[in-house]
């Protein structure tokens, strides 16, 4: 039984990010762009049986500080925000995730 799913989508995504090399240095809205994209169309894949937020919100973490940004998820209300966004189509469903990832990003992490 296998519980993640090789999406061939999912590769080519992670691939484009790395060749952005990972969106590092990008400025605060470009990057809220990306990722707003990035998880939306990683969360329709759908590749957990279950956990699929959470694991995404935990790859984000990652990624986001990787990135140079401080993220917190406390700004976002689950069942208010996120949630409801798994049952949007494409456009609906970007646009709410801009929202939440321009609450949840933070300021540039500083040395």
């Known amino acids: 039984m296998h519980y993640f799913t090789h999406f061939p989508e999912a590769d080519k995504l992670f691939t484009q990010r790395e060749a952005k090399n990972w969106l590092e240095r990008l400025f605060r809205e470009a990057l809220i762009d990306e990722f707003a994209a990035l998880f939306g169309k990683l969360n329709m894949m759908h590749p957990f049986r279950e956990g699929n ?21 406390s700004a976002v209300d ?27 990003i933070g300021a540039p992490i500083t040395d």
């Open 53 to 73: 937020g959470r694991a995404l919100r935990l790859l984000f973490e990652f990624i986001i500080v990787n990135a140079g940004y401080e993220i917190s998820w």
């Open 78 to 104: 689950e069942k208010s925000s996120l949630r409801p966004t798994f049952f949007l189509r494409w456009p609906l469903m970007y646009q709410r995730l801009v929202a939440i990832f321009d609450k949840s």
